[in-house]
């Protein structure tokens, strides 16, 4: 464990200043890219190890690598089976070479909100879907939603047509590359960390995420303005090692595991409040964020939802309907 501090890697939470970890006790390495604090995900990790670093002290204890320090999202799921994390939570848009059934989490205009979000998440539906990579090697622990996403570009977009010619970066979805192809841009997949240097340069005219990934990256600063279109979800799945799960000693897995669902039921339940707090400090920063009528938000819907249609036989219409029945 010392030597992450050694590296000069930038462990945060409870284990900013000191090593948490004592000879003798397992170490999860948990890796994401965000910011440590202010944001759903930055937040709930810290909780995570805080918990773990004091209910489970003297048998595990737990690192937390921020804002891409260790690992981005590609090469994490590679560490997880090599062992050099054990913890990560990429956006659910980011499993595409493990499983296509996440790409329902990606439809546009899916879920109406963060509570039916919820509804789904806790779902039996939804948490058969946690094991569905085992036979590739990871094992979902819990989703941890985000907050819906907003358009953002260097010009203001009231209309979809608006987009018309822009390029846009995108996550490695294709769900996310149809849809901007419906509003007449284009798309580029591109690694979180590299987002606000190609929005700066003008490798990339805009770009889609919520509320806290667009303030505390500061991605506000390098364009026109932001759209409030809350057109799809970002959520992440908390995701381990099967193997390194299945190792544990019962009694072990059994707390770790309890913590998880714990801090997950409490991280979805402060996404909502953490997201208006940081839409409030764009604004309050100097950013402008655009409100749509009905009648624009009408015209994002019947450009984007007709997507769907690509992607049912991948995903499976059940799952479909079943996300769309927690609107209700
Ligand atoms: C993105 O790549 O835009 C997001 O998945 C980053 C994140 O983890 O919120």
Known sequence: AASALALGLAATGANAQTDPCDDGEIVIKFSHVVAATGHPKGDAATRFADRVNDEMNGKACMQVFANSTLFDDDKVMEALLLGDVQLAAPSLSKFEAYTLKYRLFDLPFLFE????????????????????????????????????????????????SDANGLKFRIQTSDVAEAMIEAMGGSAQKLAFKEVY????????????NTWSNIYTQKFFEVQDGITETNHQLLAYLLVTSTEWLNGLEPDVRDQFVKIADEVT?????????????????????????????????????????????????????????AAVASNS
């Open 197 to 208: 240097g190609a929005l700066q340069t003008g490798v990339v005219d805009g770009q889609e």
């Open 113 to 160: 909100n963060l509570d039916a979000v919820d509804r789904f998440t806790t779902s039996d539906t939804a948490k058969g879907m946690l094991t569905i990579m085992e036979d590739v090697g990871y094992t979902g622990l819990g989703y941890w939603s985000s907050g819906l996403k907003q358009f953002s570009a260097d010009k203001p977009l009231l209309v979809p």
């Open 265 to 321: 039921q409490e991280a979805n339940a402060a996404v909502a409040e953490t997201e208006m707090k940081n839409r409030q400090n764009i604004i309050d920063a100097g950013g402008t964020v655009r409100e749509l009528s009905a009648e624009q938000r009408q015209q994002w819907v019947d450009t984007m939802k007709p997507v769907w249609a690509e992607f049912t036989d991948d995903i499976g219409q059940d799952l479909i309907d």
